[in-house]
């Protein structure tokens, strides 16, 4: 095991320890999560060699640590300029930390008359490096990318491989 993979195996060990099994952690607990992914960063040994960044239009993940039974997991993303996700959920509790390059998170709600329509929540947010998004599962956003390929960390509550297929966590419908 490398030095990398041994640091985000004690990062995911310490997030169980803090959560005590709770899947729908308050926002003040997911800030703590995001200081313990934030003092990990450093250790998990993220070469471009490793990693490659993704191309103009591409979109890689990269997986860190995936608790095989399904709980907290740690995923690098590298998303090439251009790229874009539409509204979406996780159905998770969601850390994203930037580590290289600005991602735009645009952050919605469902519309109260149940229209099925979304509205926009505040102005776009640049996620650079150092900056963390904290996801509760119901949080809608849409991402793009602002100029060169980027870098973020994603620690979701539940291994991706788990979740609902992205496909169907997106709104189709149109937002303002
Ligand atoms: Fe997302």
């Not at 999560?33 to 993220?46: G, K, N, S, Y």
């Not at 995936?66 to 907290?72: L, N, T």
Request: some cysteine.
């Amino acid at each position: 095991m490398s030095s990398g993979q041994a640091a985000a195996g004690i990062l995911l060990s310490g997030i169980a320890g803090l959560l005590q099994g709770q899947l729908t952690p308050s926002k003040p607990l997911l800030g703590q999560v995001a200081e313990l992914l934030r003092t990990a960063a450093p250790q998990l040994a993220l070469e471009a060699s490793r990693y490659p960044a993704a191309q103009a239009g591409q979109e890689l993940l990269y997986e860190l640590a995936v608790d095989p039974a399904g709980g907290p997991s740690l995923y690098l993303v590298s998303d090439g300029a251009g790229t874009s996700s539409p509204p979406h959920t996780h159905q998770t509790w969601a850390v994203l930390l930037g580590l290289r390059g600005v991602e735009l998170n645009q952050l919605f709600r469902l519309r109260g008359d149940s229209d099925g329509r979304l509205h926009k929540v505040g102005a776009e947010e640049a996620v650079g490096p150092g900056a963390c998004l904290l996801m509760q599962a119901e949080d809608i956003h849409a991402t793009r990318v602002r100029g060169e390929s980027c870098y973020h960390l994603h620690l979701y509550g539940r291994a991706l491989s788990h979740l609902p297929p992205f496909a169907t966590r997106c709104f189709a419908s149109k937002y303002e």
